[in-house]
């Protein structure tokens, strides 16, 4: 068993080497700008952020006079309107066109307020990208402190494996001295196994985490990297942090699902105003101009009139205002006011929605940092006990004052404050992080 796993752990730690020396390192930046530039979330958002820019072109746009052209051919039999206007039974060929232009003057603010209401709908989609994109990041960065983690583990396992193996062969050399019975040796070796077999499940974990990273990313394995260590900063017994209520009072003012929820408020009353708007009068303007040409027209002298002076006769033209003014509309006006202050009611409802959710979501992450502090200095505390500790078993068992039970049992002790200790640290860095994030600090390691 002991061998098996010598040749696990050597494998694995050549497979390791000859990957991090074949591989690029990546710091976290890199990996935040390669998941906005890839991340199919975002290239989603990013479309429906040019959808609602569209909207808002359109929005402009229908302001603007239309002009249209029509062009006709027809066939007529039988009885058939003459050039002189008189009907005849012909059949005859005509050929019709003409170009007409509506320009709106006021139709009750309703084309303004479209306007307004489109930016505050495209801003709101704007908001939702970054949105997505500090979800993407605050992700990233858990999975990238969970690889950090997941090394320091290693540097421990190795490290104790290196202090058992030493003291294995200190226990070889005394039992060949006939000063240690062989049983002690044979505890010490049952003990390297067992930091061995420790070793090769956190090195799947380191693998594992890898994993997780690359697959968020949907970076395909044979593209894979090895992550850049950053210096973390030092966690002291005297550090502070900014209370629940101060991170959520500026995380309202900076967060963007917080801004878009406010855009939709402010959106639906635009939406109550064109509501209101389309009960008023409309104002527009209209102009037309229509030619036509007929096969069978002749004049009085019965010659067959051309299609240049037919179209110089027939041409006309017309301008005009046109005032629409409602009166009874199935009762569409009333209704559209009153859903629209429904609307107005349901995303004030969200909004309110979306600020407690982000008042508890600061709330659990603020306790969770300070708890992971507090487990931090206490269990550092502890370490440096279970070291001095340690040590003064490892002294006594070498002069044979205890067995090497309470030796392990020592080792052990030490072994899961240490790894205690990691996991606290980078709870805290992790969590203070985030409530940076929520105080509109970018994540940096």
Known sequence: MKNLLTLLIGVMGLLLVTTVNAQEAWDLQKCFDYAIENN????????NTQYYQNQVSQAKSDKLPNLNAQVGNDFSFGRSLTYDNTYDNINSTGLSG???TNLP????????NTVKQRELDLLATIQDLQKTKDDIMLSIAAEYLQILFAEEVLLVDSANIEVTKQQLDRSRQLVNAGSLAKGAMLEIEAQLAREELQLVNDQNSLQLAYLNLYQFLDLPMAESFKIEKPTLPDIKANLTMMNALDVFSNAINVRPEIKAAQLRVESAMKQLEIAKGSGMPSLSFGGNLYDNYNNKYFDLNGERIGFGEQFKNNYRASVGLTLTIPIFNRFQVKNGIANSQIQISD??????MA?????????????NALAALNRYLSTQKAVTSMKEAFRYTEEKFNVGMINSVEYN??????ATAQSDLIQAKYEYIFR????????GVPITL
Do not use: C
């Open 105 to 112: 003057l006021f139709s009750g603010m309703t084309l303004t």
């Open 98 to 100: 003409g170009v007409s």
């Open 409 to 414: 049992q020592s080792k052990n002790n030490l």
């Open 40 to 47: 199919l979330q975002i290239k989603r958002q990013v479309l």
């Open 355 to 367: 600020r407690n959710v982000l008042r508890k979501d600061i709330e659990l992450v603020y306790t």
């Open 432 to 439: 203070a992080k985030i409530l940076d994030f929520y105080n």
């Open 347 to 352: 995303y004030q409802y969200q909004l309110q």
